[in-house]
Every structure is written in structure tokens, then in C-alpha cells.
């Protein structure tokens, strides 16, 4: 079972940027793409950008291409994603996990972006 343990959150105005972690507990997540999640209030979790397992960027959502990069250190088991140019609407609570995601969620990281 891979723990995603996820980091980074916070409070920021707009305009500014944030750098979010995800460490692994149990086991590695080495080999396996990666993804990036978020939920914001009263809506689903949708997926944010996603990499393979050589490093290699798969997909951004079209909300977030420009301003955001995810990447990653295998020998680390970390992944991270940066995100500049935040807007008020990327407040949700952020989490990291294999993609496709197991039915195992971590307690993701908040963040919140004010006008």
C-alpha cells in the first residue's frame, strides 16, 4: 500500500505561488504515474496534472496549464507540484496519489488563495 503523505498548503494572495510535496510511507511509489488532485468546496475531486514514472509530464488540466508543473525525484519518492500565478479558484484541498487513485486517499493539504 503506497501512503501519500502531502505538504506545502497554505494561505497566499493571488499572483503568488506555493510548492506542494508528496512523500510516500509503506510502500514506493517508484515505477507507478503519479497524480495530483484537488476538491474544492462543494465540488468532486478532479484531477490536476499527472506524470509517468520516468518523469515525464502526462497531463494538465486546462485550469491550471502555464501555471502549474508537476515533477518528481524517484530516488527521493517525492513528488511535487509547483503552482504560480495562483487564483482565487485553485482554493481547494490538494492531494497527491498513484493515478489511476485507489479506493486510499491521504489527508491532503489546504490551500487557499485570497483576492
Known amino acids: 500500500q503506497v501512503q501519500p503523505v502531502e505538504s506545502g498548503g497554505g494561505l497566499v494572495q493571488a499572483g503568488e505561488s506555493l510548492r506542494l510535496s508528496c512523500a510516500a510511507s509503506?510502500?514506493?511509489?517508484?515505477?507507478?504515474?503519479m497524480g495530483w488532485f484537488r476538491q474544492a468546496p462543494g465540488k468532486g475531486r478532479e484531477l490536476v496534472a499527472r506524470?509517468?514514472?520516468?518523469?515525464?509530464?502526462?497531463e494538465y488540466a486546462d485550469s491550471v496549464k502555464g501555471r502549474f508543473t508537476i515533477f518528481r525525484d524517484n530516488v527521493k519518492n517525492t513528488v511535487w507540484l509547483q503552482m504560480n500565478n495562483l487564483k482565487p479558484e485553485d482554493t481547494a484541498v490538494y492531494y497527491c496519489?498513484?493515478?489511476?487513485?485507489?479506493?486510499?486517499w491521504g489527508q491532503g493539504t489546504q490551500v487557499t488563495v485570497s483576492s
Open positions: 506524470i509517468g514514472w520516468s518523469g515525464i509530464p502526462l
Open positions: 496519489n498513484k493515478y489511476p487513485p485507489p479506493d486510499y
Open positions: 509503506g510502500r514506493t511509489f517508484t515505477g507507478y504515474t
